[in-house]
């Protein structure tokens, strides 16, 4: 028998399980998880921005940043959710997220040339869209979450302002905007670092570092094995740099790391499989 603790995040589950359903034999997404990740709750609590790194081009990393959103809704919170997809995916994407999901709009959604880049990195891998495909059925149950593209350049923007900074601007500017809301951005996790490590010295000011002024919780997607969908410099399925590893975590929970590294925790969530691009698997 479940706790009443748990009775709200199993009910948002049902209901998003049947919000996911597939409109077409093409859109197939799995039930959502929104299950807690141990330890999140009380290092989320007081903070209003949670920066969420990954390595591009995996299954598992995509699911688990949808999974910590859907918790984050589950617990009350209205959710702003920055990607790091380039400015001009901004509206193809506010489209889809007010699509019904169905054949038509997945493949407008793909037809822009960020999903059919020459290098793809990882960001445009079917499992991207299966994230953003849950982040739109949240939406259509009238779950209070804003997607945005960290990327958009609002006005004018100076030859030498970084990528970093102008993700950055983009936070700061969902954070003013909805003082209420929990601003949540995934990106490679280079981006959501809090400082500069040592072993990096030349390492361009990080999101995350240009953030700090307005404390960010910042945690780190880590897995020990698996494989990735990347180029290096050859693209396709990779083994991990970490190694061969035994299975999925079952049940991850967030590690604090040192006050002084450049994280302030980690998820390890054991093996990855490789994500390929979205665009080449599309119907």
Not at 105 to 116: E, I, M, N, V
Not at 263 to 276: E, F, K, L, N, V
Request: hydrophobic fraction near 45%; charge should be positive; glycine fraction near 6%.
């Amino acid at each position: 028998m479940k706790s009443a603790k748990h009775r709200p995040i199993a009910l948002l589950t049902l209901l998003l399980a049947a919000a996911c359903a597939p409109a077409s034999a093409t859109a197939v997404t799995p039930a959502q998880d929104c299950t807690d990740i141990r330890g999140t709750e009380s290092i989320i609590a007081g903070h209003r921005i949670v920066m969420v790194g990954e390595l591009h081009g995996t299954k598992e990393m995509p699911a688990m940043f949808a999974r910590l959103v859907c918790a984050a809704l589950a617990r009350g919170n209205a959710v702003a959710a920055g990607l790091e997809l380039p400015a001009a995916e901004r509206k193809p994407l506010a489209a889809f997220l007010a699509s019904d999901g169905g054949e038509s709009a997945r493949r407008s959604f793909l037809a822009t040339p960020f999903w059919k880049q020459w290098l793809p990195d990882g960001r445009s891998s079917r499992a991207y869209v299966e994230m953003v495909e849950s982040f739109r059925a949240m939406r259509r149950r009238g779950l209070p979450l804003t997607v945005f593209v960290l990327e958009e350049q609002a006005g004018a923007v100076s030859p030498s302002t970084s990528r970093d900074e102008i993700m950055a601007a983009n936070v700061k500017r969902r954070y003013q905007a909805n003082p209420r809301a929990l601003v949540m951005t995934y990106s490679g996790n280079i981006h959501n670092m809090l400082n500069i490590p040592r072993y990096m010295p030349d390492l361009p000011a990080p999101m995350g570092f240009e953030l700090r002024d307005l404390k960010p919780v910042s945690i780190n997607l880590t897995a020990s094995g698996g494989t990735a969908w990347n180029c290096q410099p050859e693209c396709g399925i990779h083994a991990h740099p970490f190694g061969a590893s035994a299975a999925l975590v079952r049940d991850p929970a967030l590690v604090l790391d040192a006050p002084s590294d450049a994280y302030s925790g980690h998820i390890d969530i054991g093996a990855t499989t490789a994500s390929p691009p979205a665009a080449a698997t599309a119907p």
